[in-house]
């Protein structure tokens, strides 16, 4: 199922359907103390094989399409499309008719931005399809080898060949495509310790994925070189990347800007701070949650999955 938008004004809170009812699984088996044997992984895959997909135009040749694990980037020109990463391959075939309502050029590349299964487990059948897939060193290290999640209590295995990135870079990567040149960069350690913000130039559009949730508390993945320190940091460098007029991209949420980025950065830095001086006290992890560091933002960034007390044991761990 797909649904194709061209205003952004209409998308709802909760972004899309897909998209809740996927990522609303995500980190179960540490919140609400679901069996093991059934986790998060297999749930929000079971889920994203009927996931609803929502195509929203942007601006110039460059879509949005979400509702299969992370949002999904398309640069979708004569040279093929381009796509900033793969979604979840159960989706494969909702995200082949999103794909085709758009154009039926062929996926030519895939950025794949880190390497967490919502974002990467498309990867085998973009690569059939023809895409060459390329990301961080980093990022193709993690598909590569067998990866055990703690808070997601699940063990990725290597993805198959055709999955791996063939394409890497250590700092940057820049490419013209479609008429726009195209300019990937890492993070230091943030969401995790391989990161990418990919940037569209001429239509002034940022992709920062993970490091930036939309209205909600992010997931920090310690387990993979994740810091709280870092996603502070990433916010601060996103917002001195973009101006009013940049279209933002979030791994998760809505399509943001500008303010929306201040806004979490300002979160991120707040919670950090009241975390760190209870921590500082002597507070065990069980007081500083107790005392509700953050409740003034549990309104705005506390309605999905990760909860203010959830969160706050995130950057408990961090500073």
Do not use: C
């Amino acid at each position: 199922m797909y649904t194709n938008s061209n205003n952004l004004s209409r998308r709802n809170f909760l972004a899309t359907a897909g998209l809740l009812t996927a990522g609303s699984l995500l980190f179960r088996t540490r919140l609400f103390g679901q069996d093991q044997g059934d986790g998060p992984v297999q749930q929000i895959n079971r889920a994203a094989a009927t996931a609803k997909i929502n195509v929203t135009k942007l601006r110039g040749n460059i879509y949005m399409v979400e509702g299969s694990g992370g949002n999904i980037a398309v640069l979708n020109g004569p040279d093929g499309m381009l796509l900033i990463d793969a979604g979840i391959d159960v989706s494969k075939e909702h995200v082949m008719t999103a794909l085709k309502s758009i154009s039926n050029q062929p996926v030519k590349m895939l950025i794949n931005s880190h390497w967490h299964f919502d974002h990467t487990s498309g990867n085998v059948w973009m690569h059939e399809a023809g895409a060459t897939i390329l990301s961080q060193d980093v990022t193709r290290d993690h598909l590569s080898t067998k990866l055990y999640q703690p808070e997601w209590n699940y063990t990725f295995q290597p993805l198959p060949k055709g999955g791996i990135p063939t394409i890497v870079y250590k700092d940057e990567y820049k490419k013209e495509f479609n008429g726009e040149k195209i300019h990937v960069k890492t993070y230091k350690p943030a969401h995790t310790d391989g990161d990418s913000s990919i940037y569209f130039p001429h239509a002034d559009i940022l992709h920062v994925a993970d490091t930036f949730w939309n209205a909600y508390y992010p997931f920090i993945d310690y387990a993979t070189g994740g810091s709280i320190n870092g996603m502070v940091a990433a916010a601060a460098h996103n917002v001195a990347q973009t101006t009013n007029h940049t279209i933002v991209i979030p791994g998760h949420g809505t399509i943001g800007n500008r303010d929306q980025l201040i806004q979490f950065h300002d979160m991120l830095a707040t919670v950090r701070e009241r975390v760190f001086q209870l921590k500082k006290q002597g507070r065990t992890l069980k007081e500083v949650v107790a005392a509700k560091p953050t409740a003034s933002f549990d309104p705005k960034f506390g309605n999905y999955v990760i909860k203010g007390d959830f969160f706050t044991r995130l950057v408990y761990a961090g500073v």
